[in-house]
């Protein structure tokens, strides 16, 4: 099938798997003519990376779980380390993002929001660190 089949099927647009075959995570073969001519196990793949970057594994992580995926003899120990890593990057982010919201939910409400030019928002930002 053509990258437009392809990319509908996995539900990826053209231009990722472009850069996923310019990358190396998938190989598709070519047709006499040049064309990318994908087969199921191409759209396995794609599917595959998909739904490991819905997941916000990075694009190594994603060449690590599909080897591993590909590999019969992995260890899943193997896929549950690079799981946990992820895990634990997405859990910092969450608390910095918490962080974020609670010190903007105290500038919000500490602004009085009316015409004076007084503002605690501006204030803060313009602090020195």
Not at 18 to 45: C, S, W
Not at 103 to 129: E, Q
Request: charged share 35%.
């Amino acid at each position: 099938m053509n990258i437009g089949d392809a990319a509908a099927k996995a539900g990826l647009p053209a231009k990722t798997i472009r850069y996923y075959e310019d990358i190396g995570l998938v190989k598709p073969r070519r047709d006499a003519n040049g064309y990318r001519a994908f087969v199921q196990t191409d759209i396995h793949k794609l599917t595959f990376l998909a739904r490991a970057r819905a997941l916000g594994f990075s694009i190594e992580d994603c060449r690590d779980l599909l080897a591993l995926w590909e590999d019969n003899s992995r260890a899943s120990s193997d896929v549950r380390q690079i799981a946990q890593e992820h895990l634990a990057r997405i859990e910092t982010k969450i608390a910095d993002l918490e962080d974020m919201r609670d010190t903007l939910k105290t500038l919000v409400r500490d602004c009085a929001g009316d015409d004076r030019p007084d503002c605690p928002i501006l204030n803060r930002l313009g602090d020195p660190a």
